[in-house]
C-alpha cells in the first residue's frame, strides 16, 4: 500500500501541471455569458479531473501523512481511534539503526542503477541510431526486458546466481573462479539485485534516449563531418548536448522508478541476508506487509520520507530546466 | 517530444494504479456486511490453489447447502489474507468465516475482529491443548484448527545407504551431525532447510531452537546460541547448501527433490511429493540436542468467524464451522490437503485407521508446539522477525551468532518496551 502511495504522491505533481494546462483551452471564454457563467463552465470541465486527482492522488496522499502521525496498532486501525503522536514515527525512523544502512543502500542501489543504466541505455541509442539490417528485430529485442512481468525475470535472476546450481557460477567456475555466494553474502547481495535492476532499466533508457536522438537533425552531424569530426567528437559536441533536455527527464523518471524499487529485492533475497540488501521502500513495504504483524504507521513514514527525497529530486530538476531555458 | 513520450507512460502508470485501487475497492464492499441478503454467506481462505468446482470448493458449498444457505468463496494468498481480513474489518464488511494461518489468529483477535468461540457457541473441548493454544488469547479462544502440520527430517534412503548410514541412528544432534559427515564424505550434500529471511525461516529454526531448551522469550540464551551455532557450522563446512540463507521451504523441497540431498527439513504437506520422488524417501523426527524429539512448531489454518454487526448470522456460521470440525470433517480436510493432520484424537485416530504409515506425523504433531502459545500471542511476529534476521545475519557472516542473538534481543526488547 505505502509503496503504491509514495508512487502516487511523487508523480502528483507531474500529473496537476499537465491538468493545469489542459482545461484552459477546453473552456474558451464567451463574452455574452456573465464572468460568472464562464467560471461555472471551466469548473465544470475540470470537475472530473480534479475528483480524479482528489480521490486518486489527494486522498492517499493525506491518508499516508494521517497513518504516519498517528500510532496506528492494530486494533486502532479497525476502529480507527489511533493516537496522535505527531512526528515521533519519524523520530523512530530516523534514529532506527536501521536508517543509516538503508539510506546508504538506497543511495548505491539507486545511484549505481542509474549510472550504469544510463550509459548503457545511450551507448545502445546511439548504436541503432545508425540504421542496419536487422536493427529493428534487435532493437525490439532489447525490450524484453521490459515486457516480461516482475517476477519472471526476478525469479530468473535469482536463480542464475544461485550459490550452488546458478548458471553464474558455474560458467565462472569453469574459469576457475571459486563459488560467489551472489545472494547470500552480505558483500555482493547489493550488488546482484542492482545488477538485476540494471538489466530491468535499459530498455527505458534506450526507447526515450533513442526517440531522443530522433530529434537531432542530420543536418548537423553532416556538417560536422565536412568540418573533420570523428564520432567521437560528434557525440560529445553534437550528441550529448542536444541531448540533455532528454538526459534529464531520463535520469529523474530513472531516479523516481528506482527509488521506489521494492519487488526485484523482494523476490532475490528480501531486503537480506540479514538487512544488506534493505533499502527505504524495501524497508517501508517489510514494515507492512512483510511480518505476521502490519506496522502501517512506521511504514507510512518510511514512505514520506521516500517521497521527500524524489520531491527534492524533482524540484532540483525543475530548477536545473529554468536555468537552462533562461 | 519530451513531453509527448512521458504523458502516454504516466497516463498508463495511473491507469494501472487507479485500477488496482477499483480492485482494492470492490473486494472490500462487494462481501456483503450484515444487511446482506441473509441467503448467502461469505468465506475466505488462503487455498488459491483449490479453484471453483475443486474438491475443497465443493466441500466448502456443502457445508453451506447443508445449512440451508449458500456460501460465497475468496482465496487469497497466506499473508494478503490477515492484511484483507483487517481492511474489511475497518469497512465493516467482514467476512462470516475465514481460514486463518495460526499464528495470524491472536493478531485479529487483538484487533477484536474475531468473535470467541463461547460467543458462537462451538465445543473445543475435543481439540489438543497444545494445538488450540495458538487460538487463545488472555483466557479466550477465538477458534478452531481444521488441521495442523509440522515439520520433520525427510531422507533419501538411497544417499543415506550409500554412506552407512542408518536413520534410525539419528537421535540426537552429534549422531545428526556425525551423519551430515559420512554422507558428505560419500560425496552426496548433507542436509538442506529454509533460512529465507521471512516467517518460513523462523518457523524452520524453531525445531532446532526449542530442541536446544532455548525460549522465545530470551533470544540470547546459550541454548539459543547452540542451536544457531548447529546450523552455522553446518552450512561453514558445506553439510548444508549456502542457498539455506535464502531458501524458502519450496526451494529446500526441490532441492531434495534433485536426490543429492541425504537430509531436508520440510512438512506434513510434502507427504504425497515425496511419495512421488524419483527416488525411496523416508522421514524421521527431528532430534533434540541431547536427544528425543524435538518441539516442532505447528503449522495449519484456523477456522474463526470474524465479528458482525447482525447476531442473528451467527447460527448459521456455527453450523457451517461445525460441518467442517466433525470428526469426519477433519479426515475429510486431512485428505483433501495432503495430509493435514486432524486436531481431535478422535480425528487422528480414524486418519491413522486409514492411513497406518502416517502415525509419525500424528505423533509429531502431538509434540508440536503453537509458535503464539506461552502467551507470546500478539509479540510472536515482532519476537520472529527478529530471530529470522539473527539467524540471516549468522549464517552469511555479518555476525556471530553469538552477537546476531544479542543483536535480536536488543531489537526485541526496544519495541516491546
Redesign the interface.
Known amino acids: 500500500m505505502t509503496t503504491?502511495l509514495a508512487?502516487?504522491g511523487t508523480?502528483r505533481g507531474?500529473?496537476a501541471g499537465?491538468g493545469d494546462g489542459s482545461p484552459a483551452p477546453a473552456g474558451p471564454p464567451r463574452r455574452r455569458r456573465g464572468p460568472n457563467g464562464t467560471q461555472w463552465a471551466a469548473v465544470g470541465f475540470a470537475a472530473p479531473l480534479l475528483t480524479?486527482l482528489a480521490v486518486?492522488y489527494a486522498y492517499?496522499l493525506l491518508r499516508n501523512l494521517d497513518l504516519s502521525t498517528h500510532d496506528y496498532t492494530?486494533?486502532a486501525?479497525?476502529?480507527?481511534d489511533a493516537e496522535f503522536v505527531g512526528l515521533d514515527n519519524y523520530v523512530d525512523v530516523v534514529s532506527s539503526p536501521l536508517f543509516g544502512t538503508a539510506l546508504a543502500n538506497t543511495a548505491i542501489f539507486t545511484l549505481g542503477s542509474i549510472a550504469v543504466q544510463f550509459t548503457l541505455g545511450l551507448a545502445l541509442a546511439v548504436f541503432f541510431r545508425s540504421s542496419f539490417r536487422l536493427s529493428g528485430l534487435l532493437r525490439a529485442l532489447f525490450l524484453v526486458p521490459w515486457l516480461l512481468p516482475l517476477i519472471v525475470s526476478a525469479s530468473t535472476w535469482?536463480w542464475m546466481l544461485?550459490?550452488?546450481?546458478g548458471i553464474v557460477n558455474s560458467v565462472l567456475g569453469a574459469f576457475g573462479v571459486g563459488?560467489v555466494?551472489w545472494?547470500?553474502?552480505?558483500d555482493t547481495a547489493l550488488l546482484s539485485v542492482t545488477i538485476a535492476n540494471i538489466w530491468l532499466g535499459i530498455p527505458f533508457n534506450l526507447?526515450?534516449l533513442y526517440?531522443?536522438l530522433q530529434?537531432i537533425p542530420d543536418e548537423v552531424y553532416e556538417a560536422s563531418s565536412l568540418d573533420g569530426a570523428g564520432p567521437w567528437r560528434q557525440f560529445w559536441s553534437i550528441t550529448f548536448p542536444l541531448l540533455r533536455?532528454?538526459s534529464a527527464?531520463t535520469l529523474l523518471?530513472g531516479l523516481i522508478y528506482t527509488l521506489k524499487v521494492v519487488d526485484v529485492i523482494w523476490i532475490m533475497?528480501?531486503?537480506?541476508?540479514?538487512?544488506?540488501t534493505t533499502t527505504l521502500a524495501v524497508w517501508s513495504y517489510s514494515e507492512a506487509?512483510?511480518?505476521?504483524?502490519?506496522d502501517f504507521s512506521p511504514a507510512a513514514a518510511v514512505g514520506n520520507v521516500l517521497i521527500l527525497i524524489a520531491l527534492v529530486c524533482g524540484l532540483l530538476h525543475i530548477q536545473l530546466q529554468r536555468r537552462q531555458e533562461a | 517530444m519530451i513531453s509527448s513520450t512521458r504523458k502516454p507512460a504516466l497516463a498508463a502508470a495511473a491507469g494501472l494504479l487507479s485500477i488496482g485501487l477499483l480492485a482494492g475497492c470492490s473486494g472490500g464492499s462487494t462481501d456483503g456486511g450484515g444487511e446482506a441478503a441473509s441467503g448467502t454467506y461469505t468465506w475466505w481462505d488462503p487455498y488459491p490453489q483449490h479453484e471453483s468446482g475443486s474438491d475443497w470448493a465443493n466441500r466448502v458449498e456443502a457445508c453451506g447447502t447443508e445449512a440451508g444457505v449458500e456460501i460465497q468463496r475468496t482465496a487469497y494468498d497466506t499473508t494478503a489474507l490477515t492484511n484483507q481480513a483487517l481492511l474489511a474489518a475497518q469497512e465493516g464488511s467482514s467476512p462470516d468465516v475465514i481460514l486463518l494461518d495460526n499464528p495470524a489468529v491472536s493478531t485479529l483477535a487483538e484487533a477484536g475482529i474475531l468473535s470467541t468461540v463461547d460467543e458462537l457457541g462451538l465445543d473445543v473441548s475435543e481439540v489438543d491443548e497444545n494445538l488450540l493454544a495458538a487460538g487463545q488469547l488472555e483466557g479466550d479462544t477465538f477458534g478452531i484448527p481444521i488441521g495442523a502440520n509440522t515439520l520433520a527430517l525427510y531422507y533419501n534412503t538411497a544417499v543415506l545407504e550409500a554412506a552407512g548410514v542408518d536413520p534410525a541412528s539419528v537421535t540426537d544432534w552429534a549422531s545428526l551431525t556425525a551423519a551430515l559427515e559420512a554422507i558428505d564424505a560419500s560425496g552426496a550434500r548433507g542436509i538442506t532447510f529454509a533460512g529465507i529471511g521471512t516467517e518460513e525461516g523462523s518457523f524452520q529454526f524453531l525445531p532446532w531452537f526449542w530442541g536446544a531448551g532455548a525460549d522465545l522469550d530470551e533470544l540470547d540464551s546459550p541454548e539459543a546460541v547452540a542451536a544457531l551455532t548447529l546450523w552455522k557450522d553446518w552450512v561453514d563446512r558445506g553439510l548444508a547448501p549456502n542457498t539455506v540463507i535464502n531458501n524458502s521451504q519450496n526451494t529446500t523441497w526441490e532441492e531434495f527433490l534433485t536426490g543429492d540431498f541425504g537430509f531436508v527439513e520440510n512438512g506434513t504437506w510434502q507427504v504425497n511429493s515425496a511419495a512421488e520422488a524419483g527416488f525411496e524417501t523416508g522421514y524421521v523426527e527431528i532430534p533434540a540436542e541431547s536427544g528425543g524429539v524435538a518441539p516442532a512448531p505447528t503449522g495449519g489454518e484456523f477456522i474463526v468467524a470474524p465479528v458482525q454487526d447482525d447476531d442473528a448470522r451467527y447460527d448459521v456460521t456455527r453450523e457451517i464451522v461445525e460441518c467442517m470440525t466433525t470428526p469426519e470433517g477433519f479426515v475429510e480436510t486431512a485428505n483433501t490437503f495432503a495430509y493435514y493432520v486432524p486436531p481431535t484424537e478422535e480425528g487422528q485416530e480414524a486418519l491413522v485407521e486409514e492411513r497406518p504409515d502416517l502415525e509419525t506425523w500424528v505423533s509429531a504433531v502431538r509434540e508440536a508446539k503453537g509458535r503464539t502459545s506461552d502467551d507470546l500471542g500478539t509479540d510472536y511476529p515482532v519476537v520472529s522477525e527478529a530471530l529470522w534476521t539473527a539467524v540471516q545475519r549468522a549464517l552469511s557472516g555479518i555476525a556471530s551468532p553469538q552477537e546476531a542473538l544479542e543483536a535480536a534481543q536488543d531489537q526485541v526488547e526496544s519495541e516491546l518496551g
Not at chain 1, 486501525?77 to 480507527?80: I, N
Not at chain 1, 544461485?162 to 546450481?165: F, G, I, L, V
Not at chain 1, 545472494?183 to 552480505?186: A, E, K
Not at chain 1, 533475497?269 to 544488506?276: E, F, N, S
Open positions: 503504491t508512487d502516487a508523480r507531474d500529473r499537465a480524479y486518486f492517499p492494530i486494533r486501525f479497525v476502529t480507527g535469482s544461485n550459490s550452488e546450481n563459488q555466494n545472494l547470500t553474502s552480505p526507447v526515450i526517440s531522443g530529434n533536455p532528454v527527464i523518471l533475497t528480501t531486503g537480506g541476508p540479514g538487512d544488506a506487509f512483510g511480518t505476521g504483524r502490519p
